[in-house]
């Protein structure tokens, strides 16, 4: 996993709660890396989901809802950080199909080795927008909170649905929005 | 939320440090692995350009030109120094498909079986085509190409090499027209007539329909080409050739075989009428004149036809009848046509085939000489010889003279072989007298082409010259019928020969109608009474007579009278009772080889001691 969601990961962390608590989540964890990240570094993802198992046991916020609150910080991120990608887009069903298609692709560019999960995307019908998720990792409410945090930051009436389809390890989940008249 | 602790932003320092550090690595990481993919590249880069340059001499310097095309098969690249060389402008072809490049020639056939081997995106070999260069002349084009696929293997295009093939087709085209065409006639030749009657044979048997060969073979060729020599007689062939083709349809072949042979192919013939015609048209057109070297001549044919399918129903049965026609028609006079007739077979093969061994006879040395002993009627002394040819055949033995001499006659032949006689009988002559053996003359048979021939008397003198015979023992013997052919011309050449010394015999006397009153014209001294009249005496009282009558009048002349063919005691005794002065014939002996005649002589000599 990219360092970039590490960072992000440590800093929403200082800013929800405190640098204390990033601190004893940090020696509480066993890491190789002592929990310094540099945002081109590639690390194990086991980290993170120490970590957030120790922010869990430390706050007394359910997992799930650690890594929603999670996706929806760094998809804010992300806006901040690379504008250029949200420039053209004008709704999350405009945006979501060029994760895959775009994002994705430049990702691969510079860092050929990255392992990212998969998109497929349709729009049945005008107001209605399905997202297959897949990933070997389990990072399914991450990518519900990232889902999130797109339809805020496109300001849109937008229900979503998720629905969890059988698979062995990671994550393969069924995400249906609706767009709302 | 309450400020960090100065321990927490300890702790965060310590971590970014640590990240920096970790950037840091992975930086100079990075920075290597970008120096080494850069180096890589630069090999890469400089292997593309020793390619790129590899390629580049090789499309200049090749007589091949690269081409590629797009997806649409539009022309995106040309290059190759030959393309220009050819008089092709790659500008002009650039951006369209082949089938727009206006000044390529290409049956419809050709473009749609090449359309279609490019939709099924397959590759192409060797099509070839014509294309008008910029300058206008026409090239001969040979292309190949195969598809461009990507890693995905869709369709890019094609890409292949193209090449002017103009030279090697003309040489082609050359070669070909050579190896079926008559160099000096421009006509067809054997093989390419081969082909045609063949094809020609098919049709007819198809339709059900007749057609007729004409073998024309020239009279006396090889006298102009003697003459005149080989020059004037390729002329003559050359325009014998125009005639022909001036005289036949358009649709009809003429071909020359070789020689001064040549054949025509008359296809859907209604009748045997309309190929006496046309033979007649042939013959008129051959019979014109002729200017050579500024002279005026006529040359005559002879014309043989065999009719399809009477008389053969294949090519060789077809030609060899045609051709057996044309000597019957060259037997009965010349200047003539016939149609085959089977009867023509027996007769022509066999004589076809002397004829071709009777060419070969005198390389061969098959000829030999034999010797008739001629006898003093009166003392029984042996008074000459007179030589005679034989023709020892390989696979048929001895043949006698009666079957050859009139084919070395017709053909000329008996010249050479004539001369060769008359040198072997005087080398012979020669040799006895110096083996010792008595003094005597020699006959030799002179022939009617022999005798005709200008040289004869020029050609006697050398060949004593040659063998050192005196010129008095030496007899030539010509029929009477030859002699009255041009009497004044044989007196001339007789008296020529006779002021040499040379001594004369009038063969086969009573033959040639001559009257009797004319033989004092002639300066011979010797008369031979024809075999045919002493065989029937003397039972025969007309024969008793003549041989009489010829005995007396020759007497009155002072000439000796020698009396041939006598196998009787009372032949002889007939001959001796009405002095005639000398015999030959199996009565005393037959014709022997050389050695033979010598021990018979030396035996006679010594016996008369």
């Excluded at chain 2, 590759?123 to 008008?132: A, H, K």
Aim: contains cysteine.
């Amino acid at each position: 996993m990219k360092g970039i969601v590490f960072r992000e990961f440590a800093d929403m962390v200082e800013q929800t709660f405190s640098a204390e608590i990033l601190n004893r989540i940090i020696d509480a964890s066993n890491l190789a890396t002592r929990g310094a990240y540099t945002a081109v570094g590639t690390y194990d993802h086991r980290e993170i989901v120490e970590l957030v198992n120790r922010l869990s046991s430390e706050t007394g916020v359910g997992i799930p809802d650690l890594l929603r609150a999670f996706g929806r910080y760094l998809f804010k991120r992300f806006v901040a950080l690379y504008p250029h990608f949200f420039a053209s887009a004008k709704s999350a069903f405009d945006f979501l199909p060029q994760v895959h298609n775009i994002i994705h692709v430049e990702v691969k560019k510079l860092y050929p080795d990255a392992e990212l999960p998969q998109f497929e995307t349709s729009a049945p019908e005008p107001d209605r927008f399905v997202m297959v998720y897949r990933s070997t990792r389990p990072f399914g409410d991450l990518a519900e909170g990232l889902i999130l945090g797109c339809i805020e930051h496109f300001g849109e009436k937008i229900s979503l649905a998720r629905e969890d389809l059988p698979c062995q390890n990671g994550a393969h989940i069924r995400f249906t929005l609706i767009r709302q008249k | 939320v309450n400020p960090p602790t100065a321990e927490s932003l300890q702790r965060r320092l310590e971590r970014e440090t640590s990240a920096r550090r970790q950037a840091e690595a992975l930086l100079e990481q990075k920075s290597l692995e970008l120096f080494q993919a850069n180096e890589a590249l630069k090999g890469e880069l400089a292997e593309r350009q020793r390619s790129e340059a590899r390629f580049r001499d090789l499309t200049e310097l090749s007589s091949d030109w690269y081409w590629e095309q797009d997806e649409n098969l539009r022309f995106t690249h040309l290059s190759g120094g030959s393309l220009e060389k050819g008089g092709f402008n790659p500008q002009t072809s650039l951006g369209k498909t082949r089938w727009e490049i206006p000044n390529i020639v290409m049956s419809e056939e050709q473009w749609t079986a090449h359309k279609a081997t490019l939709v099924a995106h397959q590759p192409f070999y060797d099509l070839t085509y014509q294309q008008v260069a910029d300058d206008g002349t026409v090239h001969y084009v040979r292309v190949s190409g195969r598809p461009i696929l990507d890693e995905q293997g869709r369709f890019m295009g094609y890409r292949g090499t193209g090449k002017d093939i103009t030279e090697a087709v003309h040489a082609q085209n050359r070669i070909q027209y050579l190896a079926y065409h008559d160099s000096l006639t421009e006509l067809p030749n054997r093989a390419m007539f081969s082909e045609l009657l063949n094809h020609a044979i098919s049709k007819a048997r198809r339709h059900n329909r007749r057609m007729a060969v004409l073998f024309i073979d020239l009279d006396r060729f090889k006298n102009i080409n003697d003459t005149l020599g080989h020059e004037a007689g390729d002329t003559l062939l050359q325009e014998v050739g125009r005639r022909l083709k001036h005289t036949l349809r358009q649709s009809d072949t003429v071909a020359r075989l070789g020689g001064d042979e040549f054949v025509v192919l008359l296809e859907e013939i209604g009748d045997a009428r309309q190929v006496e015609k046309v033979a007649g048209k042939i013959l008129a057109a051959v019979v014109r004149p002729f200017h050579l070297l500024g002279q005026e001549f006529r040359v005559t044919a002879s014309i043989g036809a065999s009719i399809y399918p009477e008389d053969g129903q294949d090519e060789q049965t077809l030609m060899k009848s045609a051709d057996i026609a044309m000597y019957q028609a060259k037997e009965e006079g010349r200047n003539a046509f016939r149609f085959y007739s089977a009867k023509m077979d027996i007769h022509t093969f066999e004589r076809l085939a002397l004829e071709s061994s009777l060419r070969r006879a005198l390389e061969r040395t098959e000829f030999e000489l034999h010797y008739q002993p001629k006898r003093d009627l009166h003392s029984g002394a042996i008074t000459g010889v007179e030589a005679l040819l034989r023709w020892r055949h390989p696979d048929l033995g001895m043949v006698a003279p009666a079957q050859f001499i009139s084919i070395a006659e017709e053909t000329g032949l008996i010249v050479p072989i004539g001369k060769w006689v008359i040198k072997t009988a005087c080398w012979q002559n020669k040799h006895w007298q110096e083996q010792g053996l008595p003094r005597m003359c020699i006959a030799v048979n002179v022939s009617a082409r022999q005798f005709s021939e200008e040289t004869l008397v020029q050609d006697v003198v050398s060949i004593l010259e040659e063998t050192g015979m005196d010129p008095d023992l030496l007899e030539l013997e010509i029929t009477e019928s030859v002699v009255m052919r041009d009497p004044e011309r044989a007196v001339k050449m007789l008296k020529e020969l006779k002021e040499r010394g040379i001594r004369l015999a009038l063969d086969d006397f009573g033959t040639g109608y001559s009257s009797l009153s004319s033989l004092k014209r002639f300066p011979v001294d010797t008369i031979k009474v024809d075999r045919t009249f002493i065989r029937d005496i003397p039972g025969d009282a007309e024969d008793r007579a003549l041989t009489q009558a010829i005995i007396a009048m020759s007497k009155t002349l002072s000439l000796t009278v020698v009396a041939e063919g006598v196998e009787t005691k009372e032949q002889l005794e007939f001959l001796r009772q009405h002095a005639c002065d000398e015999f030959q014939g199996y009565y005393f002996s037959k014709p022997l080889p050389a050695e033979e005649f010598a021990r018979l002589i030396q035996t006679a000599h010594a016996e008369k001691r």
